[in-house]
Structure formats: structure tokens, C-alpha cells
């Protein structure tokens, strides 16, 4: 195991990925004779997922320990705001439900705040919403739900995205990250970082507006001018209701906030990103997409080597 080992490292093998790539290599070099037919039938056996395989998952998982885990993403960032102070959303991204305990459970993408979701296990930290009076309560709720609903359906609909050529592809998926950097400068809660906020959620329209250009016309688009990128997706019968744009700052003005060369409040900057927010997810539903995944389930079974 140990020169299987020093062989991936050598190969730059990701170590969540080792003890699959270490059981095939097994297999291949060292075993000589199975009753299998072949070592493919081998590979693909139930005697090799249940029996031979946990014994390379133990070893990988004794010497690395967490680092065997893959760095998933399992949540979105979001913000609210509460009392004149942003707070975090702490968004998870698929929710799910036990069906056998130990064995089996359902996965699901949801694209809205589904029934059983409570605001008080998605906001970070918590907050005692009793205190609120009832029409505070539930406007803050409402918000909430509208910010989940956006957030999923953005996420939702850029992964599962089809037929964009790899330029647009890498671009779209740097679009919900502009949002991420723009809500942790809205979170430091200093006008100086809420300006570089706004200049994220800029960015995050902008990418949005030039992957849809190449979606529907397959060609790229420059600038940063989000008139101009609406303009040429409506030349191409593409239309967007662009009309809560309109109280934005200017391509221009946004440059000068990236730089903070001026000024914003943190409650500029939320508008700013429930605008954005709201728009990019319009945006993002005009993809093409060659499978709807939104408020899809699967159930799935612990694998035989799952710790």
C-alpha cells in the first residue's frame, strides 16, 4: 500500500481519489488469479466493492483522516438584514431524509425554502425572532424564502447548464462567487467594503448577461456595460425585464466603486444584491438545459467502504 501510495502522490492524485485509483492498481498489477474471469469482471463485482475495496478505504482513512473527504460545498452564503445589522444566511444547497438509518436516504434539489426548513437553522447565528413584533417576523421570513428561492434556482440552473462551449462554461462558473465576495465585504459591514461590494454583483450580472450571449448566439461580448450586453441579447430575440437595473449605478460608477473611490452603506449594498440576485436568476433560467434537475431526488445507498 505504502508504494501504491507514493505513486499516486507522484501522479498528483487528489487523496479522496486514492483508494479507488489504489484498488485498481491492485487489481491490475499485483493479482494474478481470481476465479473471475477477467479483472474488469473482477473491478465491477460485488465481491470487490463489499470486500476488497473498505480495506483500502480503512488504510487511506487511518493514515489521512479527513483529508480522505472531498471539500464539497454544501451551502450557500446569503445575507439578510435584521434590525439595521447584515446577518448570514448559511444556505444548504440540497436537503435531504433518512429512508433506512445506516443504509439509505433521499436527496433533493430543491429550488425554493422547502416546508420542513427552519429560519432559525439558517440564519448564522441565531436570533431570538420572537422579540420581533409579528409583521417584523414575517417580512423578515418572507425575505428569506425569496433570498433561498433565488439563490438555489441561480445555482441549480448554472450547474446543470448544456451546450455552452468551455469559454462560457468557465465563466459561469464564476458567477455565484462574485456574489460570495460581495456578501462577505457586506458582512465586514464598513461602507468602504460594501462599495467593493456592489462592484461584485456588477460582475455577477455581467458574467450572466455574456454567458447567455453565447448560449444564444454563441459568440462573446466585451464591456461592462450592462445596457449594452441586454441590447445585443434583445437584437437576438432574447428579452429580459431589465427595468429594476435602471436605479443602478453606471458601468462607469462601478469601476469607481470596485477601487472605492465611492462610497457605500451595507444597506446599499443588500439592495444592490437583491436586485442582482433576482435578475441573475431570470438570466440563468434561459440556459439550456438538457435535464431539469430543480426539485429532483435521488435516493442513494451507503456505499459498502462509507465511513
Known amino acids: 500500500m505504502p508504494k501504491i501510495d507514493e505513486l499516486l502522490e507522484a501522479q498528483g492524485t487528489p487523496i479522496p481519489n486514492r483508494f479507488i485509483a489504489a484498488g485498481k492498481l491492485y487489481v491490475e498489477y499485483f493479482v494474478q488469479d481470481s476465479t473471475f474471469e477477467s479483472k474488469d469482471q473482477l473491478l465491477e463485482s460485488d465481491a470487490y466493492r463489499e470486500c476488497v475495496l473498505p480495506i483500502f478505504n480503512d488504510w487511506y482513512y487511518e493514515k489521512y483522516r479527513d483529508l480522505t473527504k ?56 441565531n436570533i431570538n425572532l420572537e422579540h420581533m413584533t409579528e409583521k417584523l417576523a414575517s417580512d423578515l421570513k418572507q425575505q428569506i424564502a425569496e433570498i433561498i428561492a433565488y439563490s438555489r434556482s441561480i445555482n441549480i440552473d448554472i450547474n446543470t447548464s448544456s451546450e455552452l462551449e468551455q469559454s462560457a462554461q468557465n465563466m459561469s462558473m464564476g458567477i455565484w462567487g462574485h456574489f460570495e465576495k460581495g456578501l462577505s465585504d457586506i458582512l465586514a459591514n464598513k461602507p468602504e467594503l460594501s462599495a467593493v461590494a456592489c462592484w461584485e454583483f456588477h460582475l455577477a450580472i455581467e458574467k450572466s448577461l455574456k454567458v447567455l450571449i453565447h448560449s444564444k448566439t454563441g459568440q462573446g461580448k466585451h464591456g461592462h456595460c450592462l445596457d449594452d450586453l441586454i441590447g445585443w441579447l434583445k437584437q437576438h430575440g432574447c428579452e429580459l425585464d431589465s427595468s429594476e437595473l435602471m436605479g443602478l449605478p453606471s458601468d462607469k460608477d462601478a469601476i469607481k466603486l470596485r477601487y472605492a473611490e465611492m462610497m457605500k452603506q451595507p444597506i446599499e449594498a443588500f439592495s444592490y444584491y437583491l436586485i442582482a440576485l433576482k435578475f441573475v436568476a431570470d438570466v440563468c433560467t434561459k440556459l439550456d438545459h438538457k435535464h431539469r434537475f430543480k426539485n429532483s431526488s435521488f435516493t442513494l445507498k451507503m456505499a459498502p467502504w462509507a465511513r
Do not use: C, R
Open 70 to 125: 472531498y471539500n464539497v460545498k454544501t451551502s450557500y452564503l446569503g445575507v439578510a438584514f435584521v434590525y439595521g445589522q447584515p446577518i448570514e444566511l448559511k444556505i444548504p444547497s440540497t436537503t435531504s431524509k433518512v429512508v433506512e438509518e445506516g443504509k439509505v436516504s433521499k436527496m433533493m434539489f430543491p429550488d425554493h425554502m422547502q416546508e420542513n426548513e427552519k429560519i432559525e437553522e439558517i440564519i448564522q447565528p
